[in-house]
T-cell receptor, first 111, second 113 residues
Framework: TQLLEQSPQFLSIQEGENLTVYCNSSSVFSSLQWYRQEPGEGPVLLVTVVTGGEVKKLKRLTFQFGDARKDSSLHITAAQTGDTGLYLCAGAETSGSRLTFGEGTQLTVNP | DAGVIQSPRHEVTEMGQEVTLRCKPISGHNSLFWYRQTMMRGLELLIYFNNNVPIDDSGMPEDRFSAKMPNASFSTLKIQPSEPRDSAVYFC???????????FGDGTRLSIL
């Protein structure tokens, strides 16, 4: 089983600040997905990155896939209270459809 | 546009009882996944089906857990007998095919007393 490590595990910041969440592995993934989960709900897909070095932007969120397809980062600019939630990265194994999830980063944005 | 539907949303039962969790995937999706989420272990894949056939059940904890998918629109995850350590949130997810992003239901919060 391929492992994904996320850091930090917990992050509490003030509204307006910037932040970066990291997702690292020693294994290569065919693609990597980022999800956000709110209390009482299931994870919701934010983005999928496929190509090494790929950068995708979703409003104030910027996602990057490492050149070697082993790591990824999520950067949020000018965080808002609505960004609060559990952020999960998930790597798709090269052999099939099995997704390996990271442990998650619990983000709290305070007003 | 209905998403993945899970039932029940909450289940509280005593240890030793049989528990059955249900899932209706998104119509047209041919891959279905069962996950378990806990604070200690995060989100773990238990089993997944492709075209109603179990493909990988290596995440199923032990023989007390079983999953079925009798048709394309319904799946069950059964625990018999249940134990307190089975307490967790169980998610079902589906995708259009094994390489597409997964859509999750809202989960079943299971408490075994």
């Amino acid at each position: 089983t391929q492992l994904l490590e996320q850091s930090p595990q917990f992050l509490s910041i003030q509204e307006g600040e910037n932040l970066t969440v990291y997702c690292n592995s020693s294994s290569v993934f065919s693609s990597l997905q980022w999800y956000r989960q709110e209390p009482g709900e299931g994870p919701v897909l934010l983005v999928t990155v496929v190509t090494g070095g790929e950068v995708k932007k979703l409003k104030r969120l910027t996602f990057q896939f490492g050149d070697a397809r082993k790591d990824s980062s999520l950067h949020i600019t000018a965080a808002q209270t609505g960004d609060t939630g559990l952020y999960l990265c998930a790597g798709a194994e090269t052999s099939g459809s099995r997704l390996t999830f990271g442990e998650g980063t619990q983000l709290t944005v305070n007003p | 546009d209905a998403g993945v539907i899970q039932s029940p949303r909450h289940e509280v039962t005593e240890m030793g009882q049989e528990v059955t969790l249900r899932c209706k995937p998104i119509s047209g999706h041919n891959s279905l996944f069962w996950y378990r989420q806990t604070m200690m272990r995060g989100l773990e894949l238990l089993i997944y089906f492709n075209n109603n056939v179990p493909i990988d059940d290596s995440g199923m904890p032990e023989d007390r857990f079983s999953a079925k998918m009798p048709n394309a629109s319904f799946s069950t995850l059964k625990i018999q007998p249940s134990e307190p350590r089975d307490s967790a949130v169980y998610f079902c997810a589906s995708s259009a095919d094994r390489w597409r992003p997964q859509h999750f239901g809202d989960g079943t919060r299971l408490s075994i007393l």
